[in-house]
T-cell receptor, first 114, second 115 residues
Framework: EAQVTQNPRYLITVTGKKLTVTCSQN?????MSWYRQDPGLGLRQIYY???????DKGDVPEGYKVSRKEKRNFPLILESPSPNQTSLYFC?????????????FGSGTRLTVV | AQSVSQHNHHVILSEAASLELGCNYS??????LFWYVQYPGQHLQLLLK??????LVKGIKGFEAEFIKSKFSFNLRKPSVQWSDTAEYFC?????????????FGKGTKLSVKP
């Protein structure tokens, strides 16, 4: 089944403790992206990647890092999480052969930083 | 910079009422347009998309949307809503010619359908 898999689904952590949210897709998509969703703000893009070793900042990249060493994986790294990063995070991937196809989204990771 | 505006934050309708959710975008070039739906506690699912051809596109679950280029709009419609349509709806734009991976979302419209 074609899907985007994020882990973990829920995470509670403390301020300053480094964490990684994993994202993996099995569709051989070139594009991958991370979004955060906050009430009243919709989805805002954190980082995106057009292919292996190619990443770029989205609208809200501060406090986040990403890497794209393999096509299928696009982990989101919070080196020193802060409470304002408490949010719902979505990973997504998209085929390059048609930008119009639209993203396929993972199930989300609800992160709470205390 | 590109942006997407959804006019209504929260829409409340009774079952069988007609629905229209507004979406406007700001970008002068060629765009791909999407509507996504997010049911409570779930991830986003694609409702429909437009990237060329007939400006009236039909999606799943009886939804349709019309692209009006002169108005930079892509409004979502459904003739008769059901209680199961209660969800949050997001309009999104992908501007071609720029960063093709960049999908910009509106802030969403919550739809509540009363049985």
């Amino acid at each position: 089944e074609a899907q985007v898999t994020q882990n973990p689904r829920y995470l509670i952590t403390v301020t300053g403790k480094k964490l990684t949210v994993t994202c993996s897709q099995n569709m051989n998509h070139e594009y991958m992206s991370w979004y955060r969703q906050d009430p009243g703000l919709g989805l805002r893009q954190i980082y995106y990647s057009m292919n292996v070793e190619v990443t770029d900042k989205g609208d809200v990249p501060e406090g986040y890092k990403v890497s794209r060493k393999e096509k299928r994986n696009f982990p989101l790294i919070l080196e020193s999480p802060s409470p304002n990063q408490t949010s719902l995070y979505f990973c997504a991937s998209m085929a390059r052969t048609g930008p119009g196809y639209g993203y396929t989204f993972g199930s989300g990771t609800r992160l709470t930083v205390v | 910079a590109q942006s997407v505006s959804q006019h209504n934050h929260h829409v409340i309708l009774s079952e069988a009422a007609s629905l229209e959710l507004g979406c406007n975008y700001s970008y002068g070039g060629t765009v791909n347009l999407f509507w996504y739906v997010q049911y409570p506690g779930q991830h986003l699912q694609l409702l429909l998309k437009y990237f060329s051809g007939d400006p009236l596109v039909k999606g799943i679950k009886g939804f349709e949307a019309e692209f009006i280029k002169s108005k930079f709009s892509f409004n979502l419609r459904k003739p008769s809503v059901q209680w199961s349509d209660t969800a949050e709806y997001f309009c999104a734009v992908n501007a071609l010619g720029g960063s093709q991976g960049n999908l910009i979302f509106g802030k969403g419209t919550k739809l509540s359908v009363k049985p």
